[in-house]
T-cell receptor, first 112, second 115 residues
Framework: AQSVTQLGSHVSVSEGALVLLRCNYS??????LFWYVQYPNQGLQLLLK??????LVKGINGFEAEFKKSETSFHLTKPSAHMSDAAEYFC??????????FGSGTRLSIRP | NAGVTQTPKFQVLKTGQSMTLQCAQD?????MYWYRQDPGMGLRLIYY???????DKGEVPNGYNVSRLNKREFSLRLESAAPSQTSVYFC??????????????FGPGTRLTVL
């Protein structure tokens, strides 16, 4: 079955440190891959998306993700964490109009 | 544009009570969705509507019904609430882009507690 795995339900980094949130997918076809961010008590907001145009995708707020087919990964990174980045992040695989699989989410905490 | 709106924001029910969660979008999207979010489980699709007049079951439809009232509105009904339905419910709408993928826009959520 197709799935999305996010390693680490909680990641904590210091302000200014590198952020790395991991996402691996299993899919028999090249997928469309998204990262969503959810701030406390809000809905999900699209952070960035991979649609096969380029393997390195830049999103909002300085985040980027690299699609690596050989590793079936789509990890999210940001060079320097900011306090405002504290949120929950979801990786998702878009397989069709009705088939969207979300990972279980990674909560990012930022230490002052 | 308001995007996707949901009412109510919070609700507490007793077991066996019924209620309807309302969702509306003003982006002229054809497709609309209801998800539930539970800790450590991501989002799970309850029902979706690919277009006005059609609805289909998602991953976890038991205990829910939906109505696509018109292109803008998609409601979710709990006929007899159970504690297992305590969750955060999100409505989303989407459109297929010219590149051939489905980008979803989410509402702010409804936090439902069933006692």
């Amino acid at each position: 079955a197709q799935s999305v795995t996010q390693l680490g339900s909680h990641v904590s980094v210091s302000e200014g440190a590198l952020v790395l949130l991991r996402c691996n997918y299993s899919s028999s076809v090249p997928p469309y891959l998204f990262w969503y961010v959810q701030y406390p008590n809000q809905g999900l907001q699209l952070l960035l998306k991979y649609t096969s145009a380029a393997t390195l995708v830049k999103g909002i707020n300085g985040f980027e993700a690299e699609f690596k087919k050989s590793e079936t990964s789509f990890h999210l990174t940001k060079p320097s964490a900011h306090m405002s980045d504290a949120a929950e992040y979801f990786c998702a695989v878009i397989l069709s109009a009705s088939k969207i699989i979300f990972g279980s989410g990674t909560r990012l905490s930022i230490r002052p | 544009n308001a995007g996707v709106t949901q009412t109510p924001k919070f609700q507490v029910l007793k077991t066996g009570q019924s209620m309807t969660l309302q969702c509306a979008q003003d982006m002229n999207h054809n497709s609309m969705y209801w998800y539930r979010q539970d800790p450590g489980m991501g989002l799970r699709l309850i029902y979706y509507s690919a277009s006005e007049g059609t609805t289909d079951k998602g991953e976890v439809p038991n205990g829910y019904n939906v109505s696509r009232l018109n292109k803008r509105e998609f409601s979710l009904r709990l006929e007899s609430a159970a504690p297992s339905q305590t969750s955060v419910y999100f409505c989303a709408s989407s459109t297929w882009t010219a590149l051939g993928y489905n980008e979803q826009f989410f509402g702010p959520g409804t936090r439902l507690t069933v006692l």
